[in-house]
Nanobody, 113 residues
């Protein structure tokens, strides 16, 4: 059974940092791409950052220079620095493994003073 478990969300003040984690298990095929998406209230889900099997990364313009995506075997991380109120959203991890795409349950990140 495939599982994606996110953790690390929470409430942080503007300018603060958080580190999100996504632990995967049960994958039958190689993982091609791991990515973080986010969805703010009333908005569409958007790509935040992605990392391929070769380590190539891609970031949304709004988070470049502040967020860093990384992966370690079956786990993925998102280091978020210099957080802004507009980063407030539910953050989801997404994994493409073979012909399948999986989503985590989401973790809330709230940036507020």
């Amino acid at each position: 059974q495939v599982q994606l478990v996110e953790s690390g969300g929470g409430l942080v003040q503007p300018g603060g940092s958080l580190r999100l984690s996504c632990a995967t298990s049960g994958m039958k095929f190689s993982i091609y791409v791991m990515a973080w998406y986010r969805q703010a209230p009333g908005k569409q889900r958007e790509l935040v950052a992605a990392i391929g099997s070769g380590g190539i990364t891609n970031y949304a313009q709004s988070v470049k220079g502040r967020f860093t995506i990384s992966r370690d075997n079956m786990k993925m991380y998102l280091q978020m620095n210099s957080l802004k109120p507009e980063d407030t959203a539910v953050y989801y991890c997404k994994v493409v493994s073979g012909p399948n795409t999986y989503w985590g349950q989401g973790t809330q990140v709230t940036v507020s003073s």
